[in-house]
């Protein structure tokens, strides 16, 4: 199985499947002495919820999906060419599909997804729309984390697809790392010990000493092996303490990524309303120009008009004062 391989296989899994899937193959590929697949496959990041949706969208509703992809295509045509009924049309078109999209997703993951996963969701279908790198992203099925648009410039996508891989740095050592380290010595002294124990069993006694030495010599070699079973539990509980505390910074980091995906969607919900009413301003502004041009002149033509009663009534009055001949 090569990279491409496995990554399509991960990320269709649920992110409760995928750790334990993924340590798997990258074991099964060292075990076949293919080293670096080993460490691109224990480098792929877990999905968030919504990222998980949003790849289900990809696989199990692609055309539904590519339809959507269009769409935004034209909206970004449209808000290039400042096309405002075009851009008022696509919008509400464009949330009318991506509600569609967010219950097909909703329906495609078992168990469905909570308030946090439907707005991970919703966020990354937004920035689909708005960037064409974050539409090939969304497209590849390969999601890390949800999308987030800020309103202008390009989509970040830092770390947010699998692949391709090429050209990052080595994967930072995880935070437990060098406690297993510095807690592997015991287990070393542990060995040592038994290795001495042996060494001892198998070393001849010296005729003049053997008897001497037997009572003296058990009790070391009962000391040494209490010693270094009491250092192998201290080992085994020090690893055991690094798993669950592993276990519970990812849970937190989890749960902190929901967080800020739940802020990031809220953000991009005020920014959309934000350059709606932006344009419905410039609309109001263009329309108000337009209205004032129309009240200048027509002041203009009221001002000339009574200009004209006046002189005619001027002259009535004039005809009237003047006897007749």
Known sequence: MDLDEAVDELYALAPGEFTARRDALAADAKRDGDTGLAKQLKALR????????VNQLARDAA?????????GARLRDAQAGLKGDDLRALGHERQRAAAGLVETAVGLVDGGLSDAG?????????????????????????????????GFGEVDLTAATATPLTGRGPAKASPEKPREKAREKPREQARETERETERERSRPPSPGRAKAGASRGDQVLAQRRDQAARDLD???????????????????????????????AHVDDLREQLAQARFAVRDA???????????????????????AARRARDRVAHLTERPPR
């Open 118 to 150: 439907r707005q991970e969701v919703e966020a990354t279908l937004r920035a689909a729309v708005a960037d064409v790198a974050a539409s090939e992203a969304v497209a590849s099925g390969r999601l890390t984390k949800a999308l987030a648009y800020a």
């Open 234 to 264: 201290e080992a085994e509980r020090a690893v055991e303490e690094a798993r669950q505390a592993a276990a519970a910074a990812e849970a937190e980091q989890q749960q902190a990524e929901q967080v800020q995906s739940q802020a990031e």
């Open 46 to 53: 877990r999905p968030t919820a919504g990222a998980y949706a």
């Open 285 to 307: 502004q263009r329309r108000a120009t337009t209205a004032a041009s129309g009240r200048a002149a027509a002041d203009k033509a009221l001002g000339a008009a009574e200009k």
């Open 63 to 71: 055309a539904e999906l590519a339809a959507y992809l269009e769409l």
